[in-house]
């Protein structure tokens, strides 16, 4: 078979069985795979009313037609589920080399149903497929486990995907790690792992991708990788990675600073693009890219691949941090133990906020380097009241201790680090993605017009549909240029018979409309799609926009405008017609 | 002086471009475990060591081989395996102490050619971690560092990670 392996692993915990089935053929087509894929599959798979944390909920692990051949930027995958911290479906994609290894293995993917009665990992050898004890990882951090678990299946280049203690502890914003600093990072991956007592998934694959024609799908891989990959537009991965934008959104006037109190951050030079220069030993690339845009960095005997932009943000300027290596510490605590950077670097700042206003002392103050660095074992480990408290998110703190104006969360996903104040499309972005505030599925951010509400609103669903169907063929953010037209190309000459772009961006908005499906039968409405208290109420402090908020009135104009769009009514629901054009009207 | 296959570690991203196009014009797929040089990845050290046939100026494997299925052009330097002498004994597996040669499916042994004296990898390399070249001094004694690390034992894969960990180690220590 052609770019897929045409296998998909089902993995039974509570009875510890495994089984392989054929990929469903007939969704091949309308959904592609990585996240379409694992879409279509998970809403086969629960009911949307599932409770997250329940043994009946499922994770879906999918990766994409073009992973495993070197087509640049192809390496993702990805994990479908019910998410436990905002209640949606959500994915969350990650790079490195598991999506590869896994197809080399012998699938497209993996789903997982059940719970384990006892902490379990599991171990993909080709077609042995095992379920094993897991005891002698529980409490340790995810760099150990990655080393014990390639120790147990001797293989030295086994890729895994593995949970630390956060994600055994439950924490909401546990991440899955892979390859020591990658992540899939938002939406509790880990805490699903962790409710499954699912510890990790290592997999040796010593077999092959195939695609119809290798001549001429290297001619064209070829092709596109110097005349649109490596271009001018691109190439910031290669020579800055992530931490360019730190300078940039200074620039505009959206750098979350101090709790999202400024746009602006007076000390960005400790963690901008050059600051990370200075400190950086190496380069590191995902499987396949011709960038490596994660950048090793060591000081004072702190090193780590990173930290990214979104980590300089919410675990530096944010909290008042200008210190380079204290970001480093913050980052890489956070990997060992499997906590989402962003949400637990912008739920401390909120703290910090929280404690100088007197609302709640959790002894953390804005620039305390200290406390910061000693609260995030705090959280993972949930060994102290503080840390309780601030596993419990924005929206718990808020509602506990009275703080809604303090807290920067969409559907309980705190902001990634991007004021919407200073750019209303972000706002709408983190309004209306189906895994509340998120950067990854319209990124208006860099538009000509960033205020003009209705340019916008256009601006964020054809970025959506764009990045359903971008992140279906596992191709990373930062191909920045490629098209759906590309992707056909690859696709193929890959598969040996005619992909369009039109059913590419078909696909997408497929695949956008599916989400929203499973939202609304999973309860959410209209008043779901919000921006939060302080974007509305609270004036930008500082940088280009001070001075400028989101009024409710315009935001709700411009959600409608969105709504309408997309071929829903005023309260976000799909039109049949809209339905039936995308072959949904059964779902 | 003949051109060798250069690995430079300390430029290695550890993207594997050069096992996807070595796999896919030897293998017709892409089967990265088939390829003839490898990466070893040290994900949390931040660093990546190349495994590359060295095309020794003595070569162990052809020493073993008791076929003398395997040859070393006086020319150009290059190592390589008659398939049709080949009886799959594995002595030449053993030998190599870079972990470099390898039984196919088909229980032949198959290592790197140099691509007829145009390495596809070094092409393919986007970083400069991979020359093909006459060294210069410098490259003289990196290569010379490599060679100097010989596995005695263990199947090729193990072989090639333990030298890869001891140069990661000295890089990182650096």
Redesign the interface.
């Known amino acids: 078979m052609n770019l897929y392996k045409g296998k998909v692993l089902i993995v039974n915990l509570t009875d510890r069985s495994v089984k392989t089935e054929p990929l469903r053929e007939e969704w091949k087509k309308d959904y592609w795979g990585c996240w379409g894929m694992a879409l279509r599959y998970f809403y086969d798979e629960v009911s949307p009313d599932v409770d997250p944390m329940s043994p009946e909920n499922a994770i879906v692990i999918m990766t994409g037609p073009l992973s495993?051949?070197?087509a640049p930027l192809t390496s993702r995958f990805c994990m479908v589920s019910k998410s436990p911290k905002t209640g949606t479906v959500f994915e969350s994609n990650g790079g490195?080399?598991f999506g590869?290894e896994l197809k080399?293995a012998g699938y497209d993917g993996i789903i997982i149903r059940g719970k384990a009665d006892g902490l379990v990992y599991l171990k993909i050898d080709d077609d042995k497929v095992s379920i094993e004890d897991a005891a002698p990882m529980a409490g340790k951090g995810i760099?150990d486990t990655?080393v014990m678990l390639r120790d147990a299946v001797g293989?030295?280049?086994a890729k895994s995907l593995s949970i630390g203690p956060a994600g055994e502890n439950g924490v909401p914003f546990a991440c899955v790690g892979s390859?020591?600093?990658r992540q899939l990072g938002r939406g509790g991956t880990g805490a699903l792992f962790g409710s499954k007592n699912l510890k990790s998934i290592v997999c040796r694959?010593?077999?092959?991708?195939?695609?119809a024609d290798?001549s001429k799908y290297?001619e064209l891989v070829n092709k596109y990788k110097e005349t649109d990959v490596?271009t001018e537009d691109n190439l910031w991965a290669k020579t800055d990675g992530t931490p360019l934008l730190m300078d940039v959104t200074n620039d505009l006037g959206i750098h979350p600073t101090k709790n999202f109190t400024y746009g602006f951050d007076d000390n960005v030079a400790g963690l901008n693009s050059e600051a990370m220069q200075a400190a950086k030993?190496?380069?590191?690339?995902?499987?396949?890219?011709?960038?490596?845009c994660?950048k090793?960095t060591h000081i004072n005997g702190a090193?780590?691949?990173g930290p990214e932009y979104e980590t300089l943000v919410l675990g530096g300027s944010n909290l008042e941090i200008n210190d380079l290596e204290t970001v480093i510490r913050f980052n890489r605590i956070c990997d060992d133990l499997g906590m989402d950077t962003i949400s637990c670097g912008n739920v401390i700042g909120m703290a910090m906020d929280m404690t100088e206003k007197g609302r709640k002392d959790f002894n953390l103050k804005f620039g305390d380097k200290e406390a910061f660095l000693k609260v995030i074992s705090e959280i993972a480990e949930q060994s102290t009241e503080r840390g309780k408290d601030l596993a419990m998110g924005g929206r718990g703190l808020a509602e506990k201790y009275n703080s809604a104006d303090l807290s920067t969360e969409v559907k309980n996903l705190e902001f990634p680090a991007y004021d919407p104040r200073g750019s209303y499309g972000m706002g709408i972005a983190y309004a209306t993605s189906e895994r509340g505030a998120c950067h990854m599925r319209a990124f208006p951010a860099f538009d000509e017009d960033v205020f003009d509400l209705d340019g916008e609103a256009e601006s964020v669903v054809n970025g959506q549909n764009f990045a359903s169907i971008k992140f279906s063929m596992c191709v990373c953010d930062f191909w920045g240029t490629v098209t759906t037209d590309i992707m056909a190309d690859l696709m193929s000459a890959g598969l040996g018979e005619e992909v369009t772009a039109a059913e590419l961006n078909k696909s997408g908005e497929r695949i956008w409309n599916l989400n929203k499906l499973f939202n609304m039968k999973a309860g959410f409405t209209a008043k779901d799609d919000y921006i939060p208290e302080k974007v509305m109420n609270q004036p930008l402090e500082k940088g280009i926009h001070a001075g400028k908020v989101m009024s409710t009135e315009a935001f709700e104009k411009a959600k409608i405008k969105y709504y309408e769009l997309r071929g829903w009514d005023e309260n976000g629901i799909p039109s049949q017609d809209k339905l039936a054009e995308l072959g949904l009207s059964q779902l | 002086m003949e051109k060798n296959l250069l690995a430079i570690p300390?430029l290695c991203?550890?993207?594997?471009?050069c096992t996807?196009?070595c796999?896919?014009l030897k293998?017709?797929?892409?089967?990265?475990?088939?390829a003839r040089l490898h990466i070893?990845?040290f994900?949390?050290n931040?660093?990546s060591v190349q495994s590359v046939c060295f095309h020794c100026p003595k070569p162990d494997c052809l020493k073993a081989c008791p076929e003398e299925a395997i040859s070393k052009n006086a020319e150009t330097g290059v190592v390589l395996v008659d398939r049709e002498k080949c009886t799959g004994c594995g002595e030449c597996v053993t030998a190599c102490p870079y972990g470099m040669i390898n039984l196919d499916e088909e229980q032949l042994a198959y290592k790197c050619d140099l691509c007829g004296g145009d390495p596809s990898c070094v092409k393919?390399c986007?970083?400069g971690a991979l020359l093909f070249q006459e060294p210069d001094k410098d490259l003289r004694k990196l290569r010379g560092q490599q060679m100097k690390q010989r596995a005695e034992s263990g199947e090729p894969?193990?072989k090639r990670?333990q030298l890869g960990k001891s140069i990661m180690a000295a890089a990182r220590k650096e």
Do not use: H, W
């Not at chain 1, 694959?205 to 695609?211: I, P, Q």
């Not at chain 2, 991203?13 to 471009?17: A, D, F, I, W």
């Not at chain 2, 293998?27 to 088939?34: A, H, N, T, V």
């Open positions: 495993g051949t070197n490195g080399s590869p080399y760099f990655e293989c030295q280049e390859e020591a600093y694959g010593s077999g092959s991708v195939r695609v290798m290297l490596k030993i190496g380069d590191r690339a995902c499987s396949s890219c011709v960038f490596a994660g090793y090193e780590m691949e | 300390d991203t550890g993207c594997n471009r996807y196009i796999s896919a293998e017709g797929q892409f089967r990265p475990s088939m070893n990845n994900s949390l931040g660093y393919e986007e970083f894969e193990d990670y």
